[in-house]
């Protein structure tokens, strides 16, 4: 067992884990924030995307002791105060879920892509989003989402 | 009944949507029970081998572990094999399936043992320690391989891999082809596909050892089918079984429309422990695990007069049902088997399918099941006799396109219901600018270069609405095809939709509330739909096949009419009226000529609840039900169009526009509609371009992982350009047909057919799915007469 300190959605947490630990098992069984999801065993689906220290990743190609005081942000921590991010509020709208389980990853990975590039083309999304994949929505309004979302953050 | 359609036809936002983007989704993989153990199982890595020993007793004596059993272990454990309800024929072989295997394993993955601990990690761990003694055996993977003489037999009880020959002839069909002009013979493989919903499967089976209850959440498609099922495969009492589809269960596509292997052994399992069992798949082990689709050889032929004009069909298919029949596998042709005319016309049809048995994982009814394999032979077949007679593809379809008309008479045998496929077809060439288009593929040709442009068409009709029970009897499936709902006013003006489909992303609890909240006249906001428990909907037939709107959906529609009904004799009676003489909209019972004179829904529910003064032989509470078997299936139709640039050196396509023109019929949330189009067509693209599930000889998954079975991702599609026709069907109240699987089914056909037509003038006809650089390039060398 190795300790570890992290602080996910602002909440610092102090845990003993065992090595082989992933981040994406710690966040969902230790802390049980059971909303990032686990969609494949070869860091493909990218459902269990995260942001670790503001950038995207897949949290099942970290092993919990890497985040060892690391700051984490899941699906959970989106929204502030109650308010949805814009991202959140731009799938809403543009139809950008289906059955939903790949959504906090994709929702993360897009957040953390805006974030780098404010004010993408279509095109430019669509490769952003290449590690994420849907099998419900056919991508069409996951990517109008992100353009309306970033549309959204710009203004 | 007068609705204003407020909600209907409305693009409302999702009642889904807000716990699935804030983490709150409930799917089955964070559900924890007290005292919860879990299960690994341990598969056989062979093809075929007999299983000469398992020895768990490593495993057993693990950390953490609490039992581990061999197939003969729990051999008692059975009062039946897991069930086939689609016995095709009176003569098809059915062979002995046991969740886990007892002395022969069939097909990479079948289980051999299975391993029970306090942690998930303790429970693989020890997986791993379970020794077993195979003596590998021959396997065949491949379909035309598994019916030669001599090939080795998946079951060595039965003669051959055979399971069954189903047939069906319409008309004077070696007359039709004696007399025609010209007669266009193709042969088409279906490659096999694995579905990969985004959730893997996953089951929780919960005891009560006092009383013999048991709870079992699964993530299926399928929860009142599933508990008689499980009823059935464990001898436990049904009335002793509540199943529960979570409320969010993540994707289907017919891989959660079974009763599998894992769901019987956590029950027996919770059974003999006397503690909640939990397993859940790795994706890898999905792979080997859950059924796959598609695997087919396709022989089509088709008689035309010189003028193209259609007289007859003869198909000839070979379907892989895997190492043993799954729920509804071998029915699964027979969904396509009236189809292979597509929506043309034609005086003789003969359809014969044999399902064959590989070692291999079973297969079964992936999105659109039997359409799509139906609608890529008919479509790429269509294409290959307008070339041979010289006419352009979207005019060969309109030639033979059946009359527009309701109940038209198919060769296959079924009376199409709402039939116009000419608008659809116009409709996409008007999006296309067909000659705009051949005038710039005219251009690009003369300019030599090496990227090359081409369209497709796909013009298809398939078959929703599953499905009339008697039909279905017809056709020898064990189930109905009804679906049910209630309707409930509650007393505080708030209504429940209790409904028998499960939804797993199609978005029901938002339509059904749209539906239900223009018939009671409340805001959509008030109405709370119930699902996928099976003891708060008793009755259901669940989600698959497009069936829920044009079953479930009316059933609901239906219901909401009779608690209206029931309303008005109320209002009548506490407005001392005669029902007759009240108007109803909206939710409101008025007085004719006295329009301030009313009773509302809410109030009319609160005084059912109190029932101080009700009609004399009425009985309190504002509630009524309705089963709902439907009287014939739904077409759904349209044209789809995929243009394609291909680049002649590397044979790389790309998809450059997707345009898909559907009709089913009136829609009741566009946005909803569209998305399932969407969805549809991605995982049509997708088995034209790109999946293809493939075996060793020795029945190893060559693609047994994510990283080497190409689901595509966002970077691989366009934007989809969509619109509809409506012609509302006339089998149904509502008019509605269904949109689940039609992407899906007219897809494939269109992106083929795109490169075909971006490769004709070098002389290609044909280019197997999926479409891969290597496969196009050597088509085009094969075409050029180069080495291929």
């Not at chain 2, 197939?71 to 309800?85: F, K, V």
């Amino acid at each position: 067992m190795k300790r570890i300190s992290v602080t996910v959605n602002g909440v610092r947490h102090e845990a003993d884990v065992e090595p082989r630990t992933l981040l994406v098992h710690f966040i969902r069984e230790q802390l049980e924030l059971t909303g990032t999801n686990v969609g494949c065993d070869t860091s493909s689906c990218g459902a269990c995307t995260i942001l670790m220290d503001g950038q995207s990743a897949k949290s099942c190609t970290v092993l919990a002791v890497q985040a060892d005081g690391a700051e984490v942000t899941t699906v959970e921590g989106l929204a502030s105060n109650g308010d949805w991010h814009p991202v959140q509020k731009a799938f809403h709208e543009n139809h950008g879920l289906q059955c939903g389980f790949c959504t906090p990853g994709m929702m993360m990975a897009a957040v953390g892509y805006l974030d780098e590039n404010p004010s993408p083309s279509e095109d430019e999304v669509r490769l952003a989003l290449e590690g994420n994949l849907c099998r419900c929505t056919g991508y069409h309004n996951i990517v109008k989402a992100v353009l309306a979302a970033a549309d959204d953050m710009g203004s | 009944m007068a609705t204003a359609e407020k909600y209907v036809g409305g693009g409302v936002p999702r009642k889904e949507d807000p716990k699935l983007l804030t983490g709150q989704g409930q799917f089955l993989e964070g559900l924890t029970l007290p005292g919860m153990l879990h299960a690994a199982l341990v598969r056989s890595p062979h093809g075929s081998a007999r299983i000469d020993s398992v020895d768990v007793s490593a495993a057993a004596a693990a950390d953490g572990v609490v039992a581990a059993y061999s197939g003969a272990d729990l051999a008692d454990e059975w009062a039946a094999g897991l069930p086939m309800a689609w016995p095709v024929t009176d003569d098809i072989r059915i062979p002995d399936h046991w969740p886990v295997a007892q002395d022969v394993a069939r097909y990479v993955g079948d289980a051999v043992a299975v391993v029970v601990a306090t942690s998930r990690n303790a429970a693989l761990d020890a997986a791993e320690l379970v020794e077993v003694d195979y003596e590998v055996l021959d396997a065949v993977v491949d379909v035309e391989a598994a019916v030669a003489d001599g090939a080795p037999r998946v079951h060595e009880s039965f003669d051959d891999n055979k399971s069954y020959t189903w047939a069906l002839t319409n008309g004077e069909v070696d007359e039709a082809f004696a007399k025609a002009d010209v007669v266009v013979k193709e042969r088409y493989t279906q490659p096999r596909l694995i579905p990969n919903a985004m959730e893997p499967r996953a089951v929780v089976a919960q005891p009560v050892p006092s009383t013999g209850d048991f709870t079992v959440w699964s993530t299926t498609q399928i929860p009142h089918v599933a508990k008689v099922l499980f009823a059935l495969t464990l001898g436990i009492p049904e009335s002793q079984i509540r199943v529960i589809a979570p409320s969010d269960v993540g994707g289907g596509f017919g891989s959660k429309l079974n009763v599998y292997a894992e769901e019987a052994l956590c029950i027996a399992l919770a059974r003999r422990l006397g503690k909640p069992v939990k397993w859940v798949a790795g994706r890898s082990e999905g792979y080997l695990a859950t059924i796959h689709g598609r695997d087919q050889v396709q022989e089509i032929e088709i008689a035309a007069t010189s003028d193209g004009d259609i007289l007859g069909y003869r198909v000839h298919i070979l379907a892989a049902m895997g190492a043993y029949l799954q729920l509804v596998a071998p029915g699964v042709p027979l969904l396509g088997a009236f189809l292979y005319c597509g929506c043309y016309g034609g005086e003789a049809y003969h359809f014969e399918c044999t399902g064959v048995f590989t070692n291999t994982t079973p297969t079964d009814a992936y999105r659109g099941a039997g359409r799509p394999e139906a609608t890529y032979a008919i479509e790429r077949a269509i294409d290959s006799l307008a070339r041979e007679v010289g006419v352009d593809p979207a005019e060969i379809r309109r030639r033979n396109f059946l009359p527009a008309g309701d109940m038209v008479q198919s060769p296959g045998g079924l009376a199409f219901d709402s039939a116009d496929y000419e608008p659809a077809l116009d409709r996409a060439l008007e999006l296309l600018d067909y000659d705009g288009f051949r005038s710039d593929q005219a251009e690009r040709r003369e300019g030599g270069g090496s990227r090359q442009i081409g369209v497709g068409f796909s013009s298809y009709v398939e078959i929703c609405g599953l499905a009339p029970s008697q039909v279905l009897a017809s056709l020898k499936y064990a189930a109905g095809g009804w679906d049910a709902a209630t309707v409930r006013m509650l007393p505080t003006g708030k209504a429940e939709v209790v409904t028998g489909s499960s939804p797993h992303g199609q978005g029901h609890v938002t339509s059904w509330s749209q539906i239900a909240a223009d018939a009671l006249g409340i805001p959509y906001e008030d109405v709370t739909v119930l699902h996928g428990d099976t003891h708060v909907a008793p009755h259901g037939m669940n989600t698959y096949g497009s069936r829920s709107l044009a079953v479930a959906g009316v059933a609901v529609h239906n219901a909401c009419d009779r608690v209206v009904d029931k309303a008005r004799g109320l209002a009548a009676h506490l407005l001392e009226v005669a029902p007759e003489d009240l108007e109803y909209e909206a939710g409101i019972f008025s007085v004719k000529g006295v329009p301030d004179r009313t009773k509302s829904m809410p109030e009319l529910a609160f005084a059912a609840w109190t029932a101080h003064s009700l009609p004399e032989d009425s009985e309190p509470g504002l509630e009524a039900s309705c089963v709902y078997d439907p009287p014939n299936f739904t077409f759904p139709f349209g044209t789809h169009v995929a243009v394609v640039e291909v680049d002649t050196e590397t044979g790389a396509v790309d998809l450059v526009r997707y345009i898909a023109v559907d009709d089913c019929g009136p829609v009741i949330n566009p946005v909803i509609v569209d998305g399932q189009v969407h969805g549809g067509v991605a995982q049509g693209i997708a088995a034209a371009l790109y999946e293809e599930a493939t075996y060793a000889e020795d029945g190893t998954l060559e693609t047994s992982s994510m990283v080497n079975y190409l689901v595509p991702s966002a970077a691989e599609f366009p934007s989809f350009e969509t619109d509809r026709t409506v012609t509302p069907s006339t089998s149904n109240p509502m008019g509605v047909k269904g949109i689940g699987e039609a992407g899906t089914i007219g897809s494939a056909p269109a992106v083929i057919n795109a490169i075909v037509d971006a490769l004709s003038h070098l002389g290609v006809t044909d280019v197997p799915m999926p479409a891969s650089p290597e496969r196009v390039w050597r088509a085009i060398q094969a075409a050029q007469g180069g080495e291929a």
